[in-house]
């Protein structure tokens, strides 16, 4: 969702505005009707998310069958017109 705010106002609540978009809600800032800046959240990988991803691989994994080296290597050709 963006929210459209005037420039004293954001002034006044940036605080506020910045917990907006740190929640991943965009800001557009406003000299009277017209847009002139736009906060938005950075697309920054949070070390807590990294680790969430790569245990539910880790989880995925362990659930899977093995794979034999032959079968990566008939993957790896998979498609080839020998």
Do not use: C, S, Y
């Not at 906060?39 to 245990?55: H, K, Y």
């Amino acid at each position: 969702m963006t929210l459209t705010i005037e420039i004293g106002e954001a002034q006044a609540r940036l605080t506020e505005l910045i917990a907006k978009v740190e929640a991943g809600e965009e800001i557009v800032i406003a000299r009277g009707n017209e847009p002139v800046a736009r906060l938005a959240p950075l697309n920054v990988v949070r070390p807590a998310l990294v680790m969430n991803a790569i245990d539910e691989i880790r989880a995925v994994r362990a659930r899977a069958k093995p794979v034999t080296r032959e079968e990566i290597l008939a993957w790896r050709h998979e498609g080839h017109r020998f």
